[in-house]
């Protein structure tokens, strides 16, 4: 036998004693008592790393009786345990961390004492596994500890922190893990090429993106996302995609939303835009008032990209539909939600009763409301009964709407919030029943609900113009939050205090807002460019047919071709209630309360002082600051002022509400200047805006002093093709401007039309009824001065 014959089979003889040692050892741990037999044998057990090894990785044996072995060898006097055992226990366990938490923490204080280093991979690995047992301040004690006692920053991966982010993140502790994101991935901007440089896995980035997005921390969302792309190391996967396009989305940024939906298609494979991705950008187009892109991009959506609609969707588009006033889109598609198998939720039957209330649809909301809750089964929410009352009383059905508040009240707190409290104070205040609001007031603050910004604003209001300013005080006393009542005290002595200091003589002579002297440049301050014709161009020629979403695909072009574009210059705002949040509270919001009260009251100068004081302040006005005074403007008939303040509000913010539009058409129909009102309409359009009925009301009213009738009847049917039901003012509008034209027979026709819809007459219609009889009358006496005479020519 040759030597190396004779050092095979030795070592076939030790693997093979080494394998029944193994076997024997199992054999004795799965016993109960078994480690007390194995003390008992001592050192007659040659231990070795390969043994040991052997003993971790059977999977037959209990991972209690795993560790158990491991600290037994750890007892022994001529046996050291290397980083490879260790990383072997902590593997065995970290797969169990709920119920092996302390041994864990226990085996890595021990790790110092016997010199071995922690790898960061087995670190990583431990990390993991306390994070899927939601251990997550035990996965920071760890890391904690590890960088301090175990191994230098310099062996330290920074793949290690990904679980540690995402620990961090849903600890709430966002500052930290940002902190932490951005110095890798500066480290990671800053290494030198060639070195092996590694940042967070996906998750974790994910992770970090999504807390940033709940938390509104825009700017810090921005650099994360921008200094990740600049690494062109993030393993940005669909999730990563969509996340980005939802946040930014909802942020106005809808050309990065498009150019991240161009990448993912360009990207193919895993990253082929999904039902999420889908969701998404219809949500995103809805917010930003562009519905009928929304539209167009639900039906491809149904029609060539291989998905098919979910709940989610259907909501998105029946929110973003009755929110537009599009009340026969969002039905349409909720007859076929229905149609298809999808149960309707709470949220979606609000939109809806939203959406018919404000389309003055009362009878079919109310129907759509008993469907709901008998032939459904959908609880009503306290949000329900908020938009029932609220259209209620905006119907018209001032009795109806408190007697239900009233019911509900009897009820319990469960049907009624502190903002059904607000809906019906601000209708009394509004009614002038300033006594009943301040009553409500006091039982709102007994039922433990707080006394928001907005109740406060409604009761100012009508105490000033009542006079009634003694009042306000008895108002304080039963408001709870005590923060709010010195704010409020020490807000109102320092506006009055400025208020009644000196004016600038220096700065009197200066306009506060530029004139514009052509009222036609008012098309072209939301696009200085005059660009506004391009804004409807057609989509590029060189869309691919074949592709699943042709539409989107263009859109995406169209953007992409014009990078320097902001935000557009519309959106559906959707109102955000201002709770009492301190001093802070009180800034813009008190400033617009009052400013509201001195333009109530005709006091133009002091609302403009007010302005003054609040640029002075540094605080930035909102649109509805601009609006309240260029419609102040507007009445008094200073409309090159109010183009002024048109020319400040779009170098400052955004006029990104409907009520600027209404502004504008009013001033425009004042002047006689329907043509440009009508330009007006459609840049409106163009951006995908919508007409409320407001808007309506002023256009055919600007359109019929100015004698375009047909356009006035044109706008009258398209509102009602919109799904927006003409209230008493619509049709005043028409009689009025008919009559006077003298086309009786179609003011006659309206005037039929109105009772035919059950539109309650006013006292402005009983006006227009007896101009229309009189020129009836007058007429008729015509008609008959004019046969007599021609009868005693015959004769």
């Known amino acids: ?81 290397s980083a490879c055992t260790y990383s072997q226990v902590f593997k065995v366990l970290c797969f169990l961390t709920h119920h092996h938490h302390d041994d864990i923490l226990e085996l890595v204080a021990t790790m110092r004492r016997d010199g071995v280093a922690l790898d960061s991979i087995t670190l990583k690995m431990m990390l993991d596994g306390f994070i899927r047992a939601g251990k997550y301040d035990s996965a920071l004690e760890v890391l904690d500890y590890v960088e301090r006692e175990l191994i230098g920053s310099s062996c330290f991966s920074p793949d290690v922190y990904s679980p540690v982010l995402v620990a961090l993140m849903r600890k709430n502790q966002i500052s930290i893990a940002l902190s932490i994101l951005l110095k890798l991935v500066d480290s990671a901007l800053l290494a030198a090429n060639g070195e092996n440089v590694v940042i967070p896995d996906a998750i974790a980035c994910n992770e970090v993106l999504v807390g940033l997005k709940k938390a509104d921390m825009r700017d810090e969302f921005r650099q994360v996302y921008s200094n990740l792309r600049k690494t062109k190391l993030y393993p940005m996967d669909i999730w990563g995609y969509n996340i980005c396009i939802h946040a930014l989305g909802c942020w106005g940024e809808l050309s990065s939303v498009l150019g991240l939906f161009k990448e993912m298609k360009e990207r193919n494979g895993p990253f082929e835009p999904d039902l999420c991705t889908y969701n998404s950008l219809i949500h995103v ?49 909720f007859s076929e939600m229905q149609y298809n198998g999808i149960r309707a939720g709470t949220v979606v039957y609000n939109s ?49 709407a408190y007697s239900m508040f009233c019911d509900l009240k009897r009820k319990g707190n469960s049907f009624v919030d502190g903002i059904t409290y607000s809906i019906v104070i601000l209708h009394l205040c509004r009614e002038n029943r300033v006594e009943e609001a301040l009553q409500l007031v006091e039982e709102m603050e007994g039922r433990g609900f707080i006394v928001d910004l907005v109740t406060i604003t409604s009761l100012v209001i009508a105490l000033y113009r009542r006079g009634q300013w003694d009042s306000i005080e008895r108002l304080l006393r039963h408001i709870r939050d005590g923060n709010l009542v010195p704010s409020l005290i020490k807000w109102k002595s320092a506006m009055e205090a400025s208020m009644s200091s000196p004016q600038s003589k220096k700065r009197d002579y200066t306009p506060m807002f530029p004139s514009i002297s052509d009222v036609a440049e008012v098309l072209h301050l939301t696009n200085p460019d005059g660009e506004g014709a391009d804004d409807s161009k057609q989509f590029s020629e060189e869309a691919d047919e074949w592709s699943s979403s042709p539409y ?101 913010v955004t006029p990104s509400d409907i009520a600027t539009y209404n502004v504008v058409i009013q001033g425009l129909g004042k002047m006689g200047r329907a043509d440009l009102a009508k330009a007006v309409l459609d840049k409106l359009n163009n951006e995908g805006g919508y007409l409320d009925i407001v808007m309506y009301n002023t256009f055919i ?84 001065s004019i046969l007599s005479s021609e009868t005693d020519d015959l004769c």
């Open 701 to 784: 009213n600007a359109l019929g002093k100015a004698g375009r009738f047909g356009e006035a009847v044109e706008l009258f049917q398209q509102m009602k093709s919109s799904g927006i039901n003409p209230d008493v003012f619509t049709y005043n509008t028409l009689i009025e401007v008919h009559s006077k034209a003298g086309l009786l027979k179609e003011a006659y026709e309206f005037l039929k039309m109105m009772l035919d819809a059950g539109c309650a007459p006013n006292h402005v219609t009983d006006t227009c009824l007896d101009f229309l009889e009189k020129e009836i009358e007058r007429r008729r006496y015509d008609k008959a």
């Open 552 to 652: 989107m695909d263009s859109l995406a072009n169209q953007f992409a071709s014009d990078s320097s574009r902001g935000p557009p210059p519309f959106s559906l705002s959707r109102g955000v209630r201002v709770l009492a949040k301190g001093e802070d509270s009180f800034d813009v919001d008190m400033v617009n309360t009052y400013l509201s009260i001195f333009l109530a009251k005709g006091k133009l100068s002091l609302a403009c002082k007010l302005f003054e004081i609040l640029t002075n302040m540094r605080v930035n006005p909102n649109s509805y600051t601009y609006n309240s005074i260029m419609s102040s403007f507007v009445k008094k008939g200073y409309f090159k002022e109010a183009w002024g303040v048109l020319h400040a509000m779009g170098e400052a």
């Open 1 to 81: 036998m040759t030597v190396a014959e004779k050092a095979a089979k030795s070592a076939s003889v030790s693997e093979l004693g080494d394998l029944l040692v193994d076997a024997a050892i199992a054999k004795t741990l799965s016993k109960p008592g078994g480690i007390h037999e194995l003390e008992k044998k001592g050192d007659a057990i040659p231990l070795s790393e390969e043994l040991v090894l052997r003993v971790l990785r059977r999977g037959s044996l209990d991972s209690s009786r795993k560790l158990e072995f491991f600290r037994w060898c750890s007892n022994r006097q001529n046996y050291k345990h």
């Open 285 to 333: 187009l809805c917010l930003l008032g562009k519905v009928q892109d929304a539209l167009i991009v639900w039906e491809e959506l149904k029609a060539s990209s291989g998905h098919e609609p979910d709940e989610f969707t259907y909501r998105i588009m029946i929110q973003g539909c009755a929110k537009s006033y599009r009340i026969n889109d969002a039905l349409r598609i």
């Open 352 to 400: 809806l009763l939203d959406g018919l209330m404000k389309s003055r649809k009362l009878m079919e909301a109310c129907n759509l409301f008993e469907k709901m809750v008998d032939d459904d089964g959908v609880r009503a929410s306290c949000w329900t009964y908020n938009i029932l009352i609220d259209g209620l009383y905006k119907n018209g059905r001032e009795e109806a």
